[in-house]
Structures are given as structure tokens and as C-alpha cells.
């Protein structure tokens, strides 16, 4: 299985803030990186897909980079309605796996 | 505007089989290149594939619970259901259905479609 290792585990920024959040896999995944935002009590929202391709409907402030085995994501100025636990997900290989989630909070 | 409603029993007993239905509404589970597929969250934890399936029944299911999961279709009514068999605490979960598109080499990718999730509770 490839394991996705997310970074942080939980972080504190201000309103307007720039976040970045790193998702590192086991082994090469090419660029079939995808992005979840939960919300508590919710299911979760694909945000992008294939690394940097932003869903039909997601706000530009929200973006994904990376190839191989390092992914990063960003928001590039924090809103409240951000406050939210971040996932990766891979799917070079099966089974499809998702890193440990990253809990982004408001200073 | 496809929507996924998850159902079933909120609590079973340890050695049970869980069973779990998706009812899919605003669209047809037989249209398009879609998988349909089962992720489950742990309270507190993060998220696990379960398994996806095609309505042409092809399927493909996380080794780490295959030997316990059956994923099946019912054209019919239009449903997505859910089998684990004998269940023990660490199956207690939010399970959600969601739907994704068939990509590279005929397999699942990524989730588009989310149900609101059920939460299944394993306890004597």
C-alpha cells in the first residue's frame, strides 16, 4: 500500500493568512493526488484532483502542486469557512489511501 | 442533482454482518463511467476505502477487509449496498457511498459525490 504522510497534523493561522499543507507518499504517485476538505459532522468535498486540477465550483483561493512523491496545498488568504481537517488522497495503486488529515483552525 | 442517502442499522452485535444500503437519487447508478463505492471514518479518526465497484460488476476492494466485504449493486432500485461480515468494535465508523469517475486503467480514483454518512456503532 502507498502511505500518505500529511504535514502538519493541525495548524493555527489568521483570517487572510496564506496555509500550506505538504502530503508526502510512500512511493511515486505520479500526479493522481487528490484534496478533501471535512467539515465537523459533514462528508467530506473533493476540492482537486490530479494534484493541481481545482473541482467545478471551488473557490480559486484553494490550489494543488506537486508530482512524484510531494504534494503540497494551499490557501492563499485563510476565510472562516475554511475551518476545516484536509485530507490527500492517492490512486496510483489500489487500494486508494488517504493521508492522516490536516486540521487548519483560526488564531 | 445527484444525491447519495446512506441507510441502515446504527447498532450491531460483535461476529454480526453489517449491511448497509445507498439509496441514489437524481441520476441512474447505471449511467456513465462511474464507480460506486463505500469509505468509512472512525470517530475521531481519518478516512479508509472500503471498496468501489462499476455497475458492470467489476469491483475492487482494500485487501485489509476483503476476506469480510461484499459491495453489490441493485440496478433495480437503483442502490449501492454494503456487507461486512463478523463485525467487532473496530468496524465502528461513519460509512459513506460516494461516486467518482472511472479513470486511467479502468479503476476508481477520486470521490465526487458524497452521501451524509451513517454512523454504525459495533457493541453488545
Known amino acids: 500500500d502507498i502511505q500518505m504522510t500529511q504535514s502538519p497534523s493541525s495548524l493555527s493561522a489568521s483570517v487572510g493568512d496564506r496555509v500550506t499543507i505538504t502530503c508526502q507518499a510512500s512511493?511515486?504517485?505520479?500526479?493522481?493526488l487528490n484534496w478533501y476538505q471535512q467539515k465537523p459532522g459533514k462528508a467530506p468535498k473533493l476540492l482537486i484532483y490530479?494534484?493541481?486540477n481545482l473541482e467545478t465550483g471551488v473557490p480559486s483561493r484553494f490550489s494543488g502542486s506537486g508530482y512524484g512523491t510531494d504534494f503540497t496545498f494551499t490557501i492563499s488568504s485563510l476565510q472562516p469557512e475554511d475551518i476545516a481537517t484536509y485530507y490527500c488522497?492517492?490512486?496510483?495503486?489500489?487500494?486508494?489511501?488517504f493521508g492522516g488529515g490536516t486540521k487548519v483552525e483560526i488564531k | 442533482q445527484l444525491q447519495l442517502q446512506e441507510s441502515g442499522p446504527g447498532l450491531v452485535k460483535p461476529s454480526e454482518t453489517l449491511s448497509l444500503s445507498c439509496s441514489v437519487s437524481?441520476?441512474?447508478?447505471?449511467?456513465?463511467?462511474?464507480?460506486w463505492g463505500w469509505i468509512r471514518q472512525p470517530p475521531g479518526k481519518g478516512l479508509e476505502w472500503i471498496g468501489s465497484?462499476?455497475?458492470?460488476?467489476?469491483?475492487y476492494y482494500n485487501p485489509s477487509l476483503k476476506s469480510r466485504v461484499t459491495i453489490s449493486v441493485d440496478t433495480s432500485k437503483n442502490q449501492l449496498s454494503l456487507k461486512v461480515t463478523s463485525v467487532t468494535a473496530a468496524d465502528t465508523a461513519v460509512y459513506y457511498c460516494?461516486?467518482?469517475?472511472?479513470?486511467?486503467?479502468?479503476?476508481?480514483?477520486?470521490?465526487?459525490?458524497w452521501g451524509q454518512g451513517t454512523l454504525v456503532t459495533v457493541s453488545s
Open positions: 460516494a461516486r467518482g469517475p472511472v479513470v486511467r486503467d479502468g479503476a476508481p480514483g477520486f470521490f465526487q459525490d
Open positions: 437524481g441520476g441512474s447508478i447505471t449511467t456513465g463511467t462511474y464507480f
Open positions: 465497484m462499476y455497475y458492470r460488476g467489476y469491483t
Open positions: 512511493h511515486h504517485s505520479s500526479n493522481y
Open positions: 490530479d494534484a493541481s
Open positions: 488522497q492517492q490512486y496510483e495503486n489500489l487500494p486508494l489511501t
